[in-house]
Nanobody, 124 residues
């Protein structure tokens, strides 16, 4: 059974930083694509960042380029999202997701298991 457990969300002031973590079990992690998505109230879920299985390729949404960094530790079966220079518009529930292929995935349909989500709130 594949499980994803996120941690690291919280309340932060604008300009601050947070690091999200997502621990994955039940899957060959190093061969799996990983992604971070977010969903704000009243909005559709959107891809924030993605990383291929062996961390050779990354993708970022335009809204977070230069501020967020996705990384993975294949020895720990964990993916991270370092978020710097946070803005109020980054407020959302953040979800990590995994897909069975190691290629980069930039669509929600590329992912077959999801975490429960962690709330990130950025105050102005």
């Amino acid at each position: 059974q594949v499980q994803l457990v996120e941690s690291g969300g919280g309340l932060v002031q604008a300009g601050g930083s947070l690091r999200l973590s997502c621990a994955v079990s039940g899957r060959t992690f190093r061969s799996s694509r990983m992604g971070w998505f977010r969903q704000a109230p009243g909005k559709e879920r959107e891809l924030v960042a993605a990383i291929s299985g062996r961390a050779y390729i990354t993708y970022y949404a335009d809204s977070v380029k230069g501020r967020f960094t996705i990384s993975r530790d294949n020895a720990k079966n964990t993916v991270y999202l370092q978020m710097n220079s946070l803005k109020p518009e980054d407020t959302a529930v953040y979800f990590c997701a995994t897909g069975s292929s190691g290629n980069l995935g930039v669509d929600q349909t590329d992912y077959d298991y999801w975490g429960q989500g962690t709330q990130v709130t950025v105050s102005s």
